[in-house]
């Protein structure tokens, strides 16, 4: 499975975007990129997926790299709520495949 | 609507004790999954299932049972608890394979 690298932790103000990235060179093209967070003492939460034109829901924006190798997850307006884990995962559509959960990033917000 | 309950909140075995995790879902999803977190660490899949009657093996399957009767239940099963098996358990439910999955609040295990 392909895997996906994330910067240990990040931190933001209150009331600013924030840029998670993400890399993951060794993407398929049947790869859907995935972001979950953790809040603390919490289960994961589905943030978004896509897998080649960015995406946009109420929680955040997703964008794809042109070739695929690398996303960023973007916080369009941080609060201190948005304080968490934040997991980028690839899913292959094929037979057997699964999510696999790495470290994440850290997200700390400072009001 | 409930979403994904988990219990026991919480749990303490001794080592060789046997006990069930009891996870339920009110979304009719078809899917259900059971993962473990161990400290600073992500999720791993053990067990999961595409529908009631099917089940499958995840990454870290061993010690563990599942079995799904029904659409609304996916229990796991420690057969003979061991320290290794002290962790976090989370289950998760999705309409469609491992697509915006469900989180439930989780299950803190400790084998003594």
């Known amino acids: 499975d392909a895997k996906t690298t994330q910067p240990n932790s990040m931190e933001s103000n209150e009331e600013e975007p924030v840029h998670l990235p993400c890399n993951h060179s060794t993407i398929s093209g049947t790869d859907y990129i995935h972001w979950y967070r953790q809040l603390p003492s919490q289960g994961p939460e589905y943030v978004i997926h896509g897998l080649t034109s960015n995406v946009n829901n109420r929680m955040a924006s997703l964008a794809i790299a042109e070739d695929r190798k690398s996303s960023t997850l973007i916080l369009h307006r941080a609060t201190l709520r948005d304080a968490a884990v934040y997991y980028c995962?690839?899913?292959?559509?094929?037979?057997?495949?699964?999510?696999?959960f790495g470290k994440g990033i850290t997200l700390s917000v400072r009001p | 609507n409930a979403g994904v309950t988990q219990t026991p909140k919480f749990q303490v075995l001794k080592t060789g004790q046997s006990m069930t995790l009891q996870c339920a879902q009110d979304?009719?999803?078809?899917?259900m999954s059971w993962y473990r977190q161990d400290p600073g660490m992500g999720l791993r899949l053990i067990h999961y299932?595409?529908?009631?009657?099917?089940?499958d093996q995840g990454e870290v399957p061993n010690g563990y049972n599942v079995s799904r009767s029904t659409t609304e239940d996916f229990p796991l099963r420690l057969l003979s608890a061991a320290p290794s098996q002290t962790s976090v358990y989370f289950c998760?439910?999705?309409?469609?394979?491992?697509?915006?999955?469900?989180f439930g609040p989780g299950t803190r295990l400790t084998v003594t």
């Open positions: 299932s595409v529908g009631a009657g099917i089940t």
């Open positions: 979304m009719n999803h078809e899917y």
């Open positions: 995962i690839l899913h292959n559509t094929g037979a057997n495949s699964k999510l696999t």
């Open positions: 998760a439910s999705s309409q469609q394979g491992f697509y915006e999955q469900y």
